[in-house]
């Protein structure tokens, strides 16, 4: 199988350094690496004569080369390139673009291991142009890249199904109970500090986990409110041993998740055991309808104290019970859908180490 460098195939074009003070409100939207991620709803625009190789169009491909690699296909019109992106210009041979992008998004975790710089990790134009790509007749490609579009499609539309299901169990909740700003039934309000039994931060450090669980390390130790990305290692401190509630405290301030009993938090979580008057996933669907935000000066955290006097609802206990069994009702739904979703994306993953990584 032949194979060819990336700086064989195509011409990259990096974006324009575009300063704050550039940055206006008319004009074309200025994308950086944070557009393309969904990370920032906050886009700049620029108002004046610009060089025509940083405009993108529907259809060009983009490859973020500094701090997040990525690989995109533009599709929100005209706009123009900011830097640490490149504009994918294929004026060297003929190359199937959607083979081309799979093809650059499997190589992406290579790239990961030859990036440089102490703060933010870059890719050298060098070893990026020397990256090789298994390349195969045009038709081939053109039939590889049906094959990953179409296991893409099926994955997408298991998320977008997952994603609606969600919606709909927030959409129930305002429905059923209304928000603190909102409180439509008149139902009694109080502070997390008088519903909870415990309400604490911290636990384990990171460090004084193992990595794999065993006899004297059960207990799961999680370090934020995502189930598998959080997950650090395990303890042998059972630290909560009935369900609760964990927040984030930093980074992705607010995010929670409901938890049985059986494991111990770390630093970055705040963690809520209720009293009678809530439960637990109650609690989860209410602080998901709250706008919080931390405090700090450099890196924004929060705090127990703030989180202590944060308002809740407290409507009664056999309407929570009524929201609980709709919640579990979608659950048994989108478990099966989650399953689905993740044989996809095995198969998915499998495809593309054979496609790219066979040769």
């Not at 939207?29 to 004569?49: E, K, W």
């Amino acid at each position: 199988m032949e194979q060819k460098r990336l700086g064989d195939i195509a011409t990259y074009i990096n974006g324009y350094p575009f300063k704050p003070e550039e940055r206006g409100t008319e004009g074309l939207p200025i994308v950086r690496i944070q557009d393309l991620t969904g990370n920032t709803n906050n886009l700049g625009f620029y108002h004046g004569d610009y060089p025509k190789r940083i405009e993108i169009n529907d259809g060009d491909v983009l490859i973020s080369w500094s701090a997040s690699l990525g690989v995109y296909i533009w599709n929100r019109g005209k706009a123009l390139l900011n830097q640490h992106i490149f504009k994918v210009v294929f004026d060297k041979v003929s190359v199937d673009k959607q083979y081309f992008v799979y093809a650059v998004q499997h190589k992406l975790k290579e790239m990961e291991s030859k990036t440089h710089g102490a703060t933010m990790k870059h890719i050298v134009k060098k070893d990026f142009d020397n990256t090789m790509i298994p390349f195969p007749s045009l038709q081939q490609q053109a039939e590889i890249a049906g094959i990953l579009s179409k296991v893409e499609g099926i994955i997408k539309a298991r998320q977008k199904e997952l994603s609606e299901f969600d919606y709909l169990i927030k959409a129930r909740f305002v429905e059923m109970f209304g928000t603190v700003d909102h409180n439509i039934y008149g139902f009694p309000i109080d502070t997390f500090d008088n519903i909870s039994k415990e309400l604490f931060a911290g636990g384990d450090k990171p460090s004084d986990c193992v990595q794999y669980m065993d006899a004297d390390h059960p207990y799961p130790v999680y370090a934020n409110g995502y189930e598998r990305e959080g997950l650090q290692g395990y303890s042998a401190t059972n630290r909560v041993n009935q369900a609760s509630v964990t927040v984030s405290a930093r980074e992705t301030i607010g995010y929670c998740f409901v938890r049985n009993a059986g494991f111990t938090p770390t630093v970055r979580l705040i963690t809520v055991v209720p009293n009678s008057r809530v439960s637990v996933v109650y609690i989860k669907y209410a602080i998901d309808t709250m706008d919080i935000i931390g405090s700090g000066s450099s890196q924004a955290q929060l705090t127990v104290p703030e989180f202590r006097n944060t308002r809740i609802l407290v409507p009664p206990f056999g309407l929570q019970e009524k929201f609980v069994r709709f919640v579990a009702q979608i659950e048994r739904s989108t478990s099966f859908i989650n399953n689905s979703l993740n044989e996809s994306q095995l198969i998915f993953n499998s495809l593309m180490k054979e496609y790219f990584d066979r040769w």
